[in-house]
């Protein structure tokens, strides 16, 4: 079972915490400061320290209202949303309005105490200041409230949502990760018995006219055996390891065909640690000692070469034989296959092509650097 961290979902999970922490934090802030500003403000004013103005007494009512409605309307709300939304999505707006109405009026009441405190209500006052104050509270208090308590719904469904899509985007793109590695297991299975077959034949071939020469060239398969075995996982192997193979399995051929078998490899030394689809290099040769060096009296020359142009490495394998049409090779063939894995480990970036030139076929091979 594999497992992994889902980066997108962590980022978020971690943004959406900071951003929470800091609106709480700020919330404490405020909550601090109204409440020493009023404290500051009340022993003032009932010390008779300071003295208010019609217009300063009216910033005061609005301060001590907003601060005695405010501040339990937040710490309530904020208790309701996080208990109650989960449970009675439907009731829970109805819950927060009574919460508004119900820390509206008693807001007005603990305002009304100190305005008694402070003296700027008289004692008789106290009932007519909340009867004109306390509908005005109400339903400010309920708009306010509802649309600050709608827009942080929203935003935290918001959240949630995008979260939810981005981890299941991850966990998509997870799924055909997985999907095209065992696709990719799956044609490299079937590529390596065919490889290998093709071997054992050619050195059957050889055990009737130079047994010794056939031993000897059951070394070289112990070799390409250990290669099948050990291909890397992950689709790619160094070019200097496939070059070994492929010369391993000329000469293995060359026992077989002798002279018919001609090839030369022009690869240059700045190449050889470049990563390719194992076997790749090798079906481009099997495919021009099967089908040309096999089936002509005067066998083959063939020629491998490589360069690196634009970013893209660029594998040629070249022959004199007749050629032949990509369009004519089925899956099951042994380039069939190579286009498979080209095309699951590369994308579109991974081509195959042929072509005639100089009355020679050419088989080239291009991916990324």
Request: glycine share 6%; aromatic share 8%; with cysteine.
């Amino acid at each position: 079972m594999i497992t992994e961290i889902n980066p997108a979902a962590s980022n978020l999970s971690a943004n959406c915490g900071e951003k929470f922490s800091y609106a709480s934090s700020l919330l404490k802030v405020f909550r601090y400061i109204c409440a020493a500003t009023l404290l500051i403000v009340v022993l003032l004013l009932s010390l008779g320290i300071i003295r208010l103005s019609q217009s300063g007494s009216r910033i005061v009512f609005a301060f001590v209202y907003s601060t005695t409605i405010a501040v339990p309307s937040m710490l309530l709300l904020t208790w309701i949303s996080h208990r109650y939304t989960e449970k009675y999505p439907r009731l829970v707006v109805l819950m927060q309005a009574l919460t508004l109405v119900c820390t509206a009026i008693a807001g007005d009441l603990a305002a009304g105490a100190v305005f008694q405190i402070v003296r700027l209500v008289p004692p008789s006052g106290y009932w007519g200041e909340f009867r004109a104050a306390m509908p005005f509270s109400v339903v400010i208090t309920l708009i306010i409230g509802l649309s600050i308590t709608t827009y942080e719904t929203l935003r935290f469904k918001f959240q949630a949502a995008t979260l939810e899509l981005r981890t299941r985007q991850v966990e998509q793109e997870r799924a055909y990760k997985l999907l095209a590695e065992a696709r990719l297991s799956s044609l490299e299975s079937r590529i390596h018995p065919h490889f290998l077959f093709n071997t054992l034949n050619s050195i059957a071939a050889l055990i009737p006219r130079d047994p010794q020469l056939a031993e000897d060239t059951v070394g070289k398969l112990a070799s390409l055996l250990r290669f099948s075995l050990n291909a890397n996982h992950s689709g790619l192997t160094p070019l200097s390891q496939e070059l070994k193979i492929v010369r391993d399995y000329l000469e293995i051929e060359q026992t077989r065909f002798g002279p018919r078998l001609r090839y030369e490899i022009a690869i240059p030394e700045a190449l050889q640690e470049v990563n390719v689809p194992p076997l790749a290099l090798q079906s481009l040769v099997e495919n021009a000692v099967k089908h040309v060096a096999a089936e002509r009296s005067q066998g083959a020359t063939i020629h491998i070469h490589g360069s690196e142009e634009a970013g893209r490495i660029l594998l040629e394998v070249s022959d004199d034989g007749p050629g032949f049409s990509l369009d004519a090779i089925t899956p099951e063939h042994g380039l069939g296959n190579l286009i498979a894995r080209l095309d699951l480990l590369f994308g579109g970036a991974g081509q195959l092509e042929v072509a005639r030139k100089n009355e020679k076929t050419v088989v080239r091979l291009s991916f990324p650097a």
